[in-house]
């Protein structure tokens, strides 16, 4: 049986290891890390439940995160929701879900009926939308920012703010000046107008570390997790990797890959030798608020026109995350003081916000929550395959083919997990194609 050593327990690491597992392969993952999941995990607060480090959810149409979770057997962990709620300050809402035409018109009765916009914004995000679609194999898309595309498709003001903001920064975390448009058309394309059922958001229902719990990987019979096992180095010889040192032990495989992140891999090895120059990280912001009586009923919402962007509810409507994407305005606050900004914000949406008590809080920032989808840099991320014969990279800054998401660290870890399969003479189809 062939065996794969994997560097990381993130979700890239993960699903690279249970599609060899699938596939027969003997898999051992080290994470330096008492848990699994990387960026998507949770951990127990003290006097508190397990929390998640920051909301994380999907759409219908990351094949490939669902096809991780159907690995698993957590698929049905996964509840999706069908309708989006946008809050305007004052607390009126808008809600934006699909009706009985076909893809793409399926969202034209909710769109007209949306209070949050105006007929002028509506009328430049039809025109807008129209254009997306026809301009998709437009060659310059990764070159210019979403924001120039949208200037040039002379959307207004509110338009941009309220609708293309609101939906691209929190999916991709970048602002839309410093976002390239390819990924932009890409969100819109296949969440929102290929297919009708494609934009339903999916928020698991358990703690994110539940999704890959240690016991869940027990069906597959090929799989050791090593948490807690920091890899020191990755040692090459004669352009192949000959073992890596890792939690004060020597580790050998006949093929490895590094799902780490873009700033550990050259320090780890060295001979790989990457330009990773281009990559910069764009910060995400999770706040976490427990009050002392319920403050809303909405399952979750979109916050328009203030620093928080999403709000989710928890639990009873007591226990609320509020999330900041893009959150360098965040960077640099003390907790108190953010704490105190989503309160007071978030007073604005939920009236029953400024009555309650709030009886504990929790920050997390994530400074390098993801690398900065900017233009530019398509081309300038790695394929799997490296300068070493039997090392492969994983990762959401790998070139997977969607910008920093969960879907793009399981189709990254995917492609890594194919290249090694085929490495070692037993090749194997694991990537999902885009539903579109």
Not at 282 to 291: E, N, R, T, V, Y
């Amino acid at each position: 049986m062939p065996s794969v050593l994997i560097a990381g327990g993130g979700l890239s690491g993960l699903a690279a290891a249970a599609a060899l597992a699938e596939a027969g392969f003997s898999v051992t993952v080290l994470e330096s890390r008492g848990f699994l999941g990387g960026r998507a995990s949770s951990y127990p607060l003290q006097d508190a439940d397990v929390i998640d480090n920051c909301q994380h959810v999907l759409l219908r149409c990351c094949v490939n995160l669902l096809d991780f979770y159907r690995r698993l057997n957590v698929a049905d962990r996964i509840r999706f929701h069908r309708t989006f709620h946008f809050l305007e300050p004052g607390g009126r809402e808008s809600r934006l879900e699909r009706g009985p035409l076909p893809a793409p018109l399926h969202f034209s009765g909710a769109f007209l009926r949306m209070a949050c916009l105006d007929l002028p914004d509506k009328v430049s995000i039809v025109r807008g939308l129209l254009a997306l679609q026809r301009e998709r194999g437009r060659d310059d898309l990764d070159r210019i920012s979403m924001l120039d595309w949208l200037h040039e498709k002379r959307q207004t003001p509110r338009a941009i703010t309220r609708f293309w903001n609101q939906v691209l920064v929190s999916a991709i975390n970048e602002d839309l000046d410093r976002m390239a448009a390819s990924h932009g058309f890409q969100v819109f394309w296949l969440g929102f107008l290929s297919s009708a059922d494609s934009y339903e958001m999916g928020v698991p229902d358990v703690p994110l570390g539940d999704l890959y719990a240690a016991g869940l990987w027990d069906r597959f019979g090929t799989v050791r997790l090593c948490p807690r096992t920091p890899v020191e180095a990755i040692e090459t010889d004669g352009g192949r990797v000959r073992g890596v040192r890792a939690g004060g032990e020597h580790w050998t495989a006949d093929a490895y890959i590094a799902a780490l992140e873009p700033h550990r891999v050259n320090g780890v090895c060295p001979s790989l030798d990457l330009d990773l120059s281009w990559v910069e990280y764009s910060p995400i912001a999770g706040i976490h608020l427990w009050f002392d009586r319920p403050v809303t009923e909405l399952p979750h919402a979109a916050l328009l026109d203030r620093t928080i962007q999403w709000m989710f509810n928890k639990k009873d409507g007591r226990y609320l995350q509020v999330v900041v994407s893009a959150a360098r305005s965040l960077a640099g606050m003390a907790k108190n003081d953010v704490v105190e900004l989503a309160l007071r914000e978030l007073g604005e949406f939920l009236p029953a916000v400024r009555g309650a008590r709030l009886e504990r809080s929790h920050v997390v920032k994530e400074m390098r929550a993801t690398f900065s989808a900017k233009p530019g840099i398509e081309t300038l991320r790695p394929e799997p395959q490296t300068k070493l014969a039997n090392l492969f990279l994983a990762g959401d800054w790998t070139r997977s083919g969607w910008p920093a998401t969960m879907e793009g660290a399981v189709r990254s870890g995917y492609r890594a997990a194919e290249a090694a399969a085929a490495a070692l003479g037993v090749p194997a189809r694991f990537l999902l194609p885009d539903i579109a």
